[in-house]
């Protein structure tokens, strides 16, 4: 199982994705950082860390559960639904740009329901994407503004993003490449 | 999108509190606590259960028990109807199976009733496809009653287990205290009845602690819930009078002093005021039965979304 990333190529990534933040926005404060549940929200805390460190600036966080609003919802025959988690944003978004952050890019799926569910919190002056990693084959058409690594892959396989916050460790392993 | 870790629960219908384990009750309350902050955002809907048909079938009078399910289906998305019986087809004679079976006959995915038969939703659950909620059967149960109470005082007092919980009022005619003594049972709760000796349902005393003694009961309670007394079952003489009823087992400021000092109180509605509880009490500042009522609409959400899941009709 290839480790494509360690702890500290994420850590450099975080920092340099703070840095392209930081020098396409003028007007910090106008600014919100949105993760993605899960591992979203702990990225997003980190660039909203990095920003304070490099700028002076601190960005709100906030955190979104897409669950209620994924496609995928009641198409399956069997099994349990997915697990609903809280959605916390303790801000307004009206006319903010809001820097939505998701762990993985993959079919753009997750994404379009994360735009869906946030145009439900109130009218942002735009939205932009921040990807830890894009992984390509998508279905929609979606693309990343800040991406941390491009990964070529192929549809079998898997791309595992662990943060310490959740997981006790920061990586990016591929699984499932010579079946 | 990656398939999240999932919990869920194993009954497609949810007909009593017997018949869901600890972890699944759990469950239903977590998933409220995520349904809760839908209340508050601009927009108070989510598109999870679009396209989905939810009929809400009202044989017994109801207010807050069906405008709850309904806010709640319609902030699920789900297209919603209510029937009350008074302008149905079983004010001709039809059968509650011949009902339930040409509503079935329509396709919807889930059928919320309330009956006052005990047992009619198992009747309903064995003859229909659609997924059955008992929003309150006969002198049997009413789950999601007992789960937004559940909801309540872990919201309040951050836990269940080892709380002393007083339950004061018609126990016999109650399917609040059944469900809620096997929920707070389930979730570890040290649970006391208290009632005249006519309103204390048989082998009661075997699950809880039945006093008749208010004062016992409600004595270092954590949480202290009121029921109704539900003059419109009562056929017969249960106690001398209502003003009498309030003199020994009515809620007053000073019973209410006897409880822990962050004692909360509850009643499920529609309250009596002056008969079970006095209104200095309802209305004072430990009392959380508006809290109830919000919590419920995010109970019921979090069951419709739950029970939404795994269709048994994959073939």
């Not at chain 1, 601190?58 to 009641?74: A, E, F, N």
């Not at chain 1, 198409?75 to 006319?95: E, Y």
């Not at chain 1, 390509?136 to 943060?163: C, F, M, W």
Request: overall charge neutral; hydrophobic content about 45%.
């Amino acid at each position: 199982m290839p480790v494509v990333m360690d702890a500290g190529r994420v850590a450099k990534t975080i920092t340099r994705i703070a840095h392209e933040i930081v020098e396409r926005n003028r007007g910090l404060e106008e600014i919100a950082l949105v993760g993605i549940r899960s591992r979203g929200v702990p990225l997003a805390r980190r660039i909203a860390d990095a920003v304070a460190t490099i700028s002076g600036t601190t960005i709100p966080v906030g955190s979104l559960d897409i669950t209620l609003y994924r496609d995928d919802l009641m198409r399956h025959a069997v099994g349990p639904q997915p697990v609903v988690r809280k959605t916390d944003i303790p801000f307004s978004i009206d006319d903010r740009r809001i820097l939505l952050v998701d762990d993985v890019l993959y079919t753009g799926r997750t994404v379009r329901a994360a735009l869906d569910a946030l145009i439900d919190f109130g009218r942002p002056q735009s939205i932009q994407l921040v990807v830890l990693v894009d992984r390509g084959h998508r279905e929609l058409p979606i693309k990343a503004d800040y991406v941390g690594k491009n990964l070529p892959t192929a549809p079998h396989e898997s791309v595992q993003v662990r943060v310490a916050e959740i997981d006790g460790t920061d990586e990016v392993v591929v699984e499932g490449g010579e079946a | 999108m990656t398939t999240q870790a999932t919990t869920g629960l194993r009954g497609r219908h949810l007909l009593s509190i017997a018949d869901l384990t600890a972890d699944e009750a759990v469950l239903i309350l977590d998933t409220a606590e995520a349904m809760k902050e839908i209340a508050a955002r601009p927009i108070k809907k989510v598109p999870t259960l679009r396209g989905r048909t939810i009929v809400n079938l009202f044989f017994e009078p109801s207010t807050r028990t069906r405008t709850s399910f309904e806010i709640a289906e319609k902030r699920l998305s789900a297209d919603t109807l209510s029937i009350a019986v008074a302008s149905s087809s079983v004010v001709k004679g039809e059968t509650l199976v011949d009902t339930a079976l040409n509503l079935e006959a329509m396709k919807p995915d889930m059928i919320v009733m309330r009956h006052s038969a005990s047992g009619a939703c198992h009747l309903l659950s064995r003859v229909c496809r659609s997924h059955i909620i008992n929003a309150g059967d006969g002198l049997h149960e009413h789950p999601t009653q007992a789960l937004l109470d559940a909801y309540t005082i872990r919201e309040k007092k951050g836990r269940i287990a080892g709380l002393k919980v007083a339950i004061v009022g018609d126990l016999f005619h109650s399917r609040v205290l059944r469900s809620n003594v096997l929920l707070l049972g389930k979730l570890g709760a040290e649970v006391w009845a208290c009632a005249p000796p006519t309103l204390v349902p048989a082998g009661l005393d075997r699950l809880v602690t039945v006093t008749t003694s208010i004062h016992e009961a409600v004595r270092d309670a954590d949480v202290v819930m009121m029921l109704r007394i539900q003059l419109e079952r009562m056929q017969g003489h249960f106690f001398p009078s209502l003003r009498e009823y309030f003199t020994v087992f009515g809620l007053t400021p000073e019973r209410a002093r006897l409880a822990r000092p962050d004692a909360i109180i509850m009643h499920p509605g529609p309250m009596n005021r002056g008969v079970e509880i006095a209104s200095e009490v309802a209305d004072g500042p430990f009392s959380v039965i508006l809290d109830q009522v919000t919590n419920g609409v995010a109970v019921r959400m979090a069951v419709l979304y739950l029970l939404a899941g795994g269709e048994a009709s994959e073939g």
